[in-house]
C-alpha cells in the first residue's frame, strides 16, 4: 500500500467535524510516523499557503519539491491540503500537536522543517510573512536558532548560502572540525537513515538535496582555505 493510500485511509478514520490534529495525536509509531510526517508537512504548508479556494496545480506542484507524488495520488495530497486549510485550528496547534508527536525525536522536526522550508521557496520568492511563519513553527518546534538560521542560510535566495552557516560551524573553526561536520551532515542524510526516523520513501529527496548543498559548502571552504592542511591522524 502506497503512503498516499495509507493517508486516505486515516482521513477516512476520522469521524466527523474532527480535524487533522487528531491525527497527530493517534500516528506515533512507524510505519505511522511516515503517514504523519507527510500529513504534517503537507497540512503546515496549506496553512502557511495564501491562496484560498481549492488546491492547484501549481500548489501541487510545489509539494513535489518535498514528495513524489504521482499523478494518480494528487487528490489524496490535494485533500490533505483542503482539510487543513478550511480547518479553523491555527497553524500554531498544529505545531504543537506536532511537536508533541515527535517529542522524541527532534531530528524528525527539523526534517519537516527542511520541507517547509521547500515548499516556501518552490516559486522562487520569500515572502516576510513565510518567514514568520516559519520561525514561528521552528520556535515551537524548539529547533535552535542557530540551526534554523542555517536552514534559512541554504534556502533564502538572492545570495550564495553562507557555507559556514550550512555546515553549522564558526566561520574559525579548524578545518578538521568543517569536515567532522560536513561527515556528520552526510552520515544524516543516508535514505536508511532518513528512513529509519520517519520519512517516507517518497520524502527522501529532502535528504538528497541536503546533502548536495553539504557537499558544495565543504568544497567552498576546502578552495577559501587552500593553503590549510588536516592532521595527518585525521586521515
Known amino acids: 500500500m502506497s503512503i ?16 487533522l490534529g487528531a491525527l497527530f495525536e493517534r500516528r506515533r509509531r512507524p510505519p505511522e510516523l511516515s503517514v504523519a510526517f507527510t500529513i504534517a508537512v503537507i497540512a503546515l504548508g496549506a496553512k502557511m499557503a495564501k491562496a484560498d479556494g481549492h488546491v492547484t496545480r501549481d500548489e501541487v506542484a510545489a509539494f513535489r519539491e518535498v514528495f513524489v507524488i504521482p499523478p494518480e495520488e494528487e487528490k489524496n495530497a490535494a485533500r490533505v491540503f483542503n482539510l487543513a486549510r478550511t480547518d479553523v485550528a491555527g497553524f500554531e496547534d498544529y505545531a504543537r500537536r506536532i511537536a508533541r508527536m515527535f517529542k522524541d525525536r527532534p531530528e524528525v522536526l527539523c526534517d519537516l522543517m527542511e520541507g517547509l522550508f521547500h515548499i516556501a521557496l518552490a516559486d522562487g520568492e520569500y515572502h516576510p ?12 518546534f524548539g529547533i535552535p536558532r542557530a540551526r534554523f538560521a542555517a536552514l534559512r542560510a541554504r534556502f533564502v535566495r538572492g545570495a550564495e548560502p553562507d557555507p559556514y552557516a550550512v555546515l553549522e560551524v564558526s566561520p574559525d573553526a579548524p578545518l578538521e572540525e568543517v569536515r567532522a561536520a560536513w561527515r556528520r551532515i552526510a552520515r544524516d542524510c543516508h535514505p536508511d537513515r532518513l ?10 529527496e529532502i535528504g538528497q538535496k541536503r ?15 587552500g593553503g590549510e592542511r588536516l592532521p595527518e591522524a585525521a586521515g
Open 129 to 140: 510573512h513565510e518567514d514568520a511563519f516559519l520561525s514561528r513553527v521552528a520556535e515551537i
Open 211 to 225: 546533502l548536495a548543498a553539504a557537499n558544495a559548502a565543504w568544497e567552498a571552504i576546502r578552495a577559501e582555505r
Open 4 to 19: 498516499w493510500s495509507r493517508i486516505a485511509e486515516a482521513l477516512s478514520r476520522l469521524a466527523r467535524g474532527e480535524g
Open 195 to 204: 528512513m529509519a526516523r520517519g520519512l517516507p520513501e517518497e520524502a527522501i
